[in-house]
C-alpha cells in the first residue's frame, strides 16, 4: 500500500468554523490531490498540487483552499464550513509525468458540519 | 460531461466472471482508460490501465474495443470481496489535472 495517511479520520465541527485537513505521503510523489465523495456524485476534485507551493483549482474548489508547503503534506482549508461540506474526503497521490498517472487514494476523512 | 458512461449496478455469482462494461465514445487518442475501485468505505483502489492493447494483471484484464470507444474490465473469478464501486475513467497521461472526473461508476454485488 502507498504510504498515505489522512488525519483527523472523523470531525464534527459547527457551522462558521475553520477546519483544515491534512494529507501525508511518503512516497515523494509530486501530484497530490483532494477530492470529496457524496452519495450520488462520485468523487469529485477539489483542488490539486503539481508541486511545493504549485496548486490549481479542480471542478468543485469554491469554499475551500489549499496550501503545499512541503512535498510529503497538502493541506485543505475550510475557511468558514458550511453544512453543504458534510462528506467524505479523500486524498490521492501519483508519480509520474502527469495526472493521468496512477492514483493512490488515502482512507478517507469523514467531515460533519452541524 | 461525462467522459464515460457506466451502467449503474451489476450482479455476479460467486466463482464466475464479472465483465464490467464502460462506454468512452469520445476517447482522444492519447487518453487511457483507467479503471479503479472502491469497497464500502475505503479510499478508492487501482486495479488496471491501457492505451490501446488489451492488459492483465493479478486483478483483473482490460478489454479494449479496436475503435477505443468501450472497454471491459473482466474480473476473472469473482469473490464476495469483489464487492464494490468500479470507476472506469479516462485520461490523458499529461494535462491538466481539471480533466480527472470519478462519475457514479458500477455497483458490483457478488452474490454466494
Known amino acids: 500500500d502507498a504510504g498515505i495517511t489522512q488525519s483527523p479520520r472523523h470531525k464534527v465541527t459547527e457551522t462558521g468554523t475553520p477546519v483544515t485537513l491534512r494529507c501525508h505521503q511518503t512516497?515523494?510523489?509530486?501530484?497530490m490531490y483532494w477530492y470529496r465523495q457524496d452519495p450520488g456524485h462520485g468523487l469529485r476534485l477539489i483542488h490539486y498540487?503539481?508541486?511545493?507551493?504549485?496548486?490549481d483549482k479542480g471542478e468543485v474548489s469554491d469554499g475551500y483552499s489549499v496550501s503545499r508547503s512541503k512535498t510529503e503534506d497538502f493541506l485543505l482549508t475550510l475557511e468558514s464550513a458550511t453544512s453543504s461540506q458534510t462528506s467524505v474526503y479523500f486524498c490521492?497521490?501519483?508519480?509520474?509525468?502527469?495526472?493521468?498517472?496512477?492514483?493512490?487514494f488515502g482512507p478517507g476523512t469523514r467531515l460533519t458540519v452541524l | 460531461d461525462a467522459k464515460t458512461t457506466q451502467p449503474t449496478s451489476m450482479d455476479c455469482a460467486e466463482g464466475r466472471a464479472a465483465n464490467l462494461p464502460c462506454n468512452h465514445s469520445?476517447?482522444?487518442?492519447?487518453?487511457?482508460v483507467y479503471w479503479y475501485r472502491q469497497i464500502h468505505s475505503q479510499g478508492p483502489q487501482y486495479i488496471i490501465h491501457?492505451?490501446?492493447n488489451n492488459e492483465t494483471n493479478e486483478m483483473a484484464s482490460l478489454i479494449i474495443t479496436e475503435d477505443r470507444k468501450s472497454s471491459t474490465l473482466i474480473l476473472p473469478h469473482a469473490t464476495l470481496r469483489d464487492t464494490a464501486v468500479y470507476y472506469c475513467?479516462?485520461?490523458?497521461?499529461?494535462?491538466?489535472?481539471?480533466?480527472?472526473?470519478f462519475g457514479s461508476g458500477t455497483q458490483l454485488t457478488v452474490l454466494p
Open positions: 498540487s503539481y508541486g511545493v507551493k504549485d496548486t
Open positions: 475513467i479516462v485520461i490523458p497521461l499529461s494535462g491538466s489535472a481539471r480533466q480527472l472526473t
Open positions: 491501457g492505451l490501446k
Open positions: 512516497e515523494n510523489h509530486r501530484y
Open positions: 469520445t476517447i482522444s487518442g492519447n487518453e487511457y
Open positions: 490521492a497521490i501519483s508519480g509520474g509525468t502527469g495526472p493521468g498517472d496512477t492514483q493512490y
